[in-house]
């Protein structure tokens, strides 16, 4: 029951806050485990949330995998250096999410969201700043580049339905078929429960995109099932869906009206509803035309110009040591 | 009392919003008049707020003058002439309320927000699209552009402070002193109270900018007092303030419970609070860092592209007959 | 002999360009027909070249088709009504051309060129304007767009080699082979010979995009052998390679030099040479580093936003009509 | 007589380019001093040009004052740290002329030239790379950004004529006259006289910006004179114009001419002529549409993004020490 309620509150992208909701009953949940890492130089938290057997899967309502988060609240504001010390934790971690089957490998990049919108640009914003090599050294050949060994990348912005009346999966699964990468690192903006965590944490999965995630919707996924080859996602929650906003606020109401000695009388009386019934009452306070909008920092153009720059820069590490 | 509550809940920049707080009470405000005419054919409405006193300035909290809403349900969605009944209507709006001291003038038109996010992105969108005419008319006389009669037409997309460490006021002042407009039209973004006029509100006020008002919260006001000139203001509202659209569904809530059967409890309770304190229960349970979010539709670039463009084509119309 | 310095002095993506070269022999070309049809009311002229044999393709070294040249004079001045009759009598030509296989098609509409550089963002800019249909009809269904019968639309925007590490060629036959479209219409900026069609000329062909078309210079073609269905190519010259301007200028120096009686001498002694010599003399004093360098006007800016109107206004009346 | 054919052969914005006509004489310019000096690591060249008297203006054809060129070729290549050296480097230039009249200054930094023509947009582009603090110390004070001494920056992107219908002159004497900064930065994209120094050049002047100077041809300048503020100009030659490089080509085979055995009879014949004719010759062979276009290399979209990171990162070096 709780469940429902806090599954229609959920809709986040994000494994670290999914894996909060059980915090609270401080259970296990078989089939999940979870580490994390504190590093007080850089202020940066990693935690590796490992979703091992179908049961976890279920409990989490994500795919197994592995999901790495890091957290650096650093990350919103500016600096110097353009947060190279995010970028280097950040290389090593996708790193060690990587394929590696091959001394040289073939990697298509792919810069989901629309451009055109602000807080969802963060995909096209990462692949602009790459270092591609694939056509180099397909026509020069690696020493062109200087180098002995060299990873072939390509990236591509495929773009929003709106906008190309396709799927992002029906033109990535195109290219794939095509150019035949060795894997895909997709890049995208999420969708996150809370403000708390906007701009400040980075995902990193080893299970693709999923239906239903990011800020855009994507209708299909980008995973190996649907494209033939690996999908490392990495994310950034940079909005908060609406509907998600005004119900946390809610709730935060109602538990307070339970808790408060003044407002007694309100919590008893809705004590008398259970949880469906509840969750029944904010879904018809929340104006339905709160679907479709979301909720985004109104510094969002800098926060993303500054975390594509160090998202960008930790690519270009990884992939090119 | 009353009033604190709805002046918290309100933030909005549109005067029509401002005057339905009245509605209820059905009480003519001293001061303030009001004229609405539809057009069937078009389904678009024109609301007349005309504050003409001191006191209605007040009760209104908006300055002495005439505000123009344009209410035109279909500009949030395309059409194949781009709208062009909008346009018309628009530009007849605006030509009334344009100074007409003589018989050719010089106008500049000032793009406020910030062109990195979509939805504050509207004025400079506005000014990309107009025919600029005051360079060449300087240059090569009015001749050069086969008319007797032309306007000098210039345009300008003074950014945000973030960008250039001033205040939008301090670089249009600048400009006004040295080129020396007849008038000045400002173009802004608005914030409203409810998400139901987003994207289909036009207003026009002869009474300028003013402090605080716009997504981007310009601290200094574009008006006559500052600039020396008239300034006409057109604003469409793109967002809503986050703290606002919870606030709203909160009022919904209690005003649910205070009149609904079954919640009749909780209702009673909350009698016991007088507006102040439930103001105050509200505020504590709005996470304050809502404050600097904004909320926006999904769409917003197809939108903001769109009503740009009618309102580009309005000014033309409007300025070069 | 003539042709090889007419060759090395061509560099055109324009059939009628190419035609030129014959019309002072006033020789008729086997294998190719040309018609032409002037409106004195738009002042634009329609040309159209049909290679029909494999020797009229050698002789224009162009492969067979028909080529539709639209000449607008107009197009490279502003217009209030954004060049409605220009649109109208482009559509009316793409209509021509254009497969009729079935009542309702699939068109994958690409938008060649780097979308960074001014005028090669001729491309990108047309399919950003389109009506863009094929999502909704594929969710929707066809009455969603209150019609009985509908195309569908579809958009991509490849971008450059140097940004996606991959020939824009590789990308478009991924999309072609996932989503099957009935045929693909490819948007390109052109590259000219000379600076007086610049911006005032559209070219349609039956025949696709050819290897080396284009500003960027394509190394793979867009063409019904490579995609495997038909591919209409619609460009606009917007620039003219710099090496080709300064060869043109020399062109018209030695002639100049031979006709003339004060330069009598130099036109002898310049007759001692024959063409592949004076073709090897420009050759050596055309620096080496124009290559990789074009030449464009200083307001092209303009110019494109306006082209790349008129063209996505005529390609949304041809498909939708 | 020699000097009005090289003058209009010259069309430059680089004092080191104008300096270059004179070396051939290896005369020394009275009023004209000259230093040079270059780093072997860096591979940077530092050229200093004094013009100390007005007889040196008029024989240079520039204003008194200091001019510095940095030359560093590798500026036109990617690096992997962004080509920190040169940052340093230009911001140790910088560092020497910038008035130091105050502990704390107020500097106003314009980003001219038109940010929609890729060339042209390196002003824009620095400006928005910049550390902007003006409105932070105003508002909170220094200790805001943790630091006992700080400057404050502003910055703006005036645009160019046919958006604004105003000379960019006007918009910063307005703002100067506003805001009251200590001095003006100006960054502009310069016209260069031969393509072999474009993008690998810097030129920083004291004497601020002269009409007729940069892409866009500015009628009026940017001088300490119309501001009444010191203006430090900082500018990048990123193009050619159209006629330049076809009268250099021409002025090319004349000498070839001149000189070749082969040719000598054209050469006699050519010495018929004197400077003015030979001029006349070529300026009848240079198309008049050559006017108002300009040479650029291909792949100018690269470039650019990368030096105006280099001059941004400069400046916030050499202003927030």
Redo the contacts between chains.
């Keep these: 029951m709780e469940r429902t309620l806090e599954h229609f509150q959920s809709r986040t992208d994000l494994a670290v806050e999914e894996r909060e909701r059980f915090e609270d009953d401080d259970v296990e949940i078989s089939g999940v485990s979870i580490e994390e890492e504190f590093d007080e130089e850089t202020e940066i938290k990693v935690t590796r949330v490992m979703i091992t057997t179908e049961k976890g899967a279920k409990a989490m309502g994500k795919p197994k995998g592995t999901y790495i988060t890091l957290e650096a609240p650093n990350m919103s504001v ?1 600096d ?1 250096d353009y947060h190279r010390e995010i970028s280097a934790a950040l290389a090593k971690q996708i790193s060690q999410l990587l394929p590696k089957n091959k001394d040289e490998q073939s990697i298509l990049i792919v810069g989901l969201g ?1 451009r ?3 807080p969802d640009s963060l995909g096209p914003d990462v ?2 700043n790459l ?6 050294v397909e026509e020069y050949g690696k020493l062109a580049l200087g180098r002995d060994k060299i990873n ?6 495929p ?1 929003v ?7 992002a999966s ?2 990535v ?7 035949k990468p060795d894997y895909v690192i997709a890049i995208d903006a999420l969708a996150a429960r809370s ?2 965590r906007l701009n400040r944490t980075i995902q990193i999965a080893d299970t693709g995109i999923h239906p239903g995630s990011g ?2 919707n994507h209708r299909n996924g980008l995973t190996e099932k649907s494209l033939g080859v690996p999908v490392i996602a990495i994310g950034v929650p940079t909005v908060v869906d ?1 509907a998600t ?2 119900n ?3 709730e ?2 109602i538990e ?2 339970e808790q408060s000695n003044q ?4 919590g ?3 004590n008398l509803f259970n949880a469906t019934e509840k969750h029944q ?1 904010i879904r ?4 339905p ?2 679907n ?11 926060t993303i110009k500054r975390i594509g720059f160090t998202i960008s820069e930790a690519l ?1 590490m990884a992939l090119q040591p």
Tied chains: 1, 2, 3, 4.
Excluded: C, W, Y
């Design positions: 500016p110097e629309n055109e919108i602000t692949v602009g270092l591609i090599t694939r056509h180099i072939k990348i390509s990236g591509i912005v773009g339905m709106a906008q190309t009346g396709m799927e029906e033109i699964r195109g290219i794939v078929d095509e150019t403000t708390r800020v855009g609406a906003i005004v946390d606020t809610m935060n109401l307070a009206m407002l007694k009388g309100i008893n009386t809705l009452l018809e306070l929340i104006a035309h709160l479709g909008m979301f909720v985004t920092p109104k510094d969002i153009d800098e270009n």
